[in-house]
C-alpha cells in the first residue's frame, strides 16, 4: 500500500459490520478510494448503501472492522485529535442558546484561540456564507437555509483543509438547494478545500463533484467511481448541456447496476 | 393579536375562582359552626332560629372552621401588630421556618445536581444509585422526620441543621430526576459534534450537557422550593413545637387554636407561592439571557 502524498482520504478494503439483534448487518464491505487534495467527492446512492457510515468513518465516528484507512496519512483517530477536518451535519445543528457567532465560536473555543483570533474569524466565516450581519441573532430567527449555512460556517472556522458534509442540504427546497449549491462551488474554489459530500440527489453530486463515487446497499459497497469532466466554472444552467447529462447518465446507470432501483 | 391586559387577563380569572372560593368558605363556615351554637342553645333552654345562628357562626372563639375574616383578622394581629422578634409574631415564625427551607433546598440543590452529574457520567452510579434515590421517597416523610432529628441530636447536632436535612431530603430528589433528564437532553448530533472538535468531557459538559439542562433544572427547582417548606415544617412538629410554621400549627391544634392554624397554613401557602414566583422569574431571566424564542 502507498500513499501518495497529495491523498486526503485513502480507504483499502475497507468494511464495516455492525452487530445488531436481527444479526449482523454488512454497512460497508471492500471499499477502496483515494480522495486527493482539492478533490470534491460526492457520495451518493439509496439509502443504506453506507455513504454516511463511510462519511462517519472518515471522522471517527464510527470505527471499521476490517481493511485499512488513513485520513491526511494518519489514522482517522489522530485526525480528529489533529482537528483535521470540520463536519457539516444533515441538521444544522446548532446550539439554540448561543447565537450565530456564539455558535461559530464554538470549535474556536474548544480549541482556545484567542479572543481577538475568534473575532477575525467569525467575521470572515460569516463572510464566506453570506450571513454577515446576523451574527448576533439566535438560530431560531433564522430561516433553515441560512441555519445551514451558519453550520458550514462553523465548520470552516477553524480552517481544516478537509470538509466533510452530510447531506447537509438534504431537508432544503430545491431553490434554496440551488442557491447554496452555486455558493458552496464558489466557497471551494475561493478556499482550496477538499470536500467530501453525502447526496442522495443525482444533479447536485453532478453539479459539484470532480468525483462521484456510487454506491449500492446490500452490502453497502462502491460501484462506480465517476470523474467529472466539466470545468471548475459550473453556471446553474450547465446541468442543461448534453456533457452534465451524460454524466448523469452514467451515475444513473452506475446506481442501476448496483441494484439500486430494485424493490 | 389583541393587546393583553393585566386586569382581564391575569386579575380577572384568578379573582373570579378566589370569589368563587370565599363564598363556599362562608357557606361552609355556616354549616360546620351551626351544630355548635345549636346545642349550645339547647343546653341553655332558649329555642334560637337560623337568623340568629348564622352571625354567631361567624365570631366563634374555637370555630370548627373559622370565617375568613376571622383568619384575616389573625393574620394581620399576628404579623402588623406584633413585633417580628415576639414569640407570637407569625412573620417571626415564618423566618424560621423560612431559613430551615432555603438552607435545606439550597443543600438539596447541589446534592441532587451532583447525583445527577455522577448518574450521567458513570455507569455504575447509573445502575446502582438510581433505585436508592426513587426508593428514598417511598419513606413517608412523616416516618422519617422524627428519626433524623433524633440521630443528630444524639450526634450532638440540633436548631437550623437536622430541620433543613429534611428539607434536603424532600428537595434533592427532583433535582436528581429532572437533572439527569436534562443533562442527557442534548440531541446525538450535539453530541457528535462535540466528538469531532475532539472537545474534553467538561468541555462538553460546560458548552452542551449543563446549558442544554437549564429549563429543566428550573422546572425542578419550582417543584423542589415548594417541598423543601413542607420539608421545614414537617421537620419542626417532632422537636417540641418552640417556633416556626410548624409549631403554630401543632401549638394550635394542642389548644384547640382552629384561627391559629389557618392563619399559619395561609402564611405557609403564601410563602410557599413567594418561592416559586421567585424561582420563576430566575427561570424566565435565565431562558431569556439563553435566547430562548419568546
Known sequence: MTITPASVVSARNLGL????????????????????????????????????????VIADLEKP??????????????ARKNRSYG????????YPWRTIEKNIALPLEIMGYGAADQKARIERTLDLVNLTGFGKKFPWQLSGGMQQRASIARALAFDADLLLMDEPFGALDEI?????????????????????????SI?????LSTKIVVMSPRPGRVTDVIESTLPKERPLDIRETPEFLEIASRVREGLRAGHSYDE | MEKQSFFRDRIMPVGTILLGLLVIWYIATVFLNAPFERDTAARAGTPISFSEIL????????????????????????TVNKPITSKRSLVYHAWITLSATLLGFGIGTVLGILLA?????NRAM????????IASQTIPILAIAPMIIVVLNAVGIAGLLPKALISTYLSFFPIVVGMVKGLRSPEQIQLDLMHTYYASPSQTFWKLRWPASMPYLFTSLKVAIAISLVGAIVGELPTGAISGLGARLLAGSYYGQTVQIWSALFMAAALAATLVIIVGFAHTAVLRRMGVKP
Not at chain 1, 485499512?68 to 482517522?76: A, L, S, Y
Not at chain 1, 463536519?87 to 446548532?94: D, H, M, S, T
Not at chain 2, 357562626?57 to 399576628?78: K, N, S
Not at chain 2, 447509573?126 to 434515590?133: F, H, I, N, T
Request: charged share 20%; aromatic share 10%; glycine share 6%.
Open chain 1, 203 to 207: 444533479p447536485e453530486a453532478v453539479y
Open chain 2, 117 to 121: 452529574v455522577g448518574i450521567v457520567h
Open chain 2, 55 to 78: 352571625p354567631k357562626t361567624m365570631f366563634q372563639e374555637r370555630p370548627v372552621l373559622p370565617a375568613p375574616h376571622q383568619v384575616v383578622a389573625e393574620i394581620w394581629d399576628t
Open chain 1, 65 to 78: 472492522t476490517s481493511g485499512t484507512i488513513t485520513v491526511n496519512g494518519t489514522t482517522p483517530e489522530d
Open chain 2, 126 to 133: 447509573d445502575r446502582s444509585l438510581m433505585p436508592w434515590v
Open chain 1, 176 to 200: 434554496v438547494r440551488d442557491h447554496l449549491n452555486e455558493q458552496l462551488l464558489k466557497l471551494w474554489d475561493r478556499t482550496n478545500k477538499t470536500i467530501c459530500f453525502v447526496t442522495h
Open chain 1, 17 to 56: 459490520t455492525f452487530e445488531t439483534n436481527d444479526g449482523p448487518v454488512n454497512a460497508l464491505t471492500g471499499v477502496n478510494l483515494d480522495v486527493n487534495k482539492g478533490d470534491f467527492v460526492s457520495f451518493i446512492g439509496p439509502s443504506g448503501c453506507g455513504k454516511t457510515t463511510f462519511l462517519r
Open chain 1, 87 to 94: 463536519y457539516v451535519f444533515q441538521a444544522a445543528a446548532l
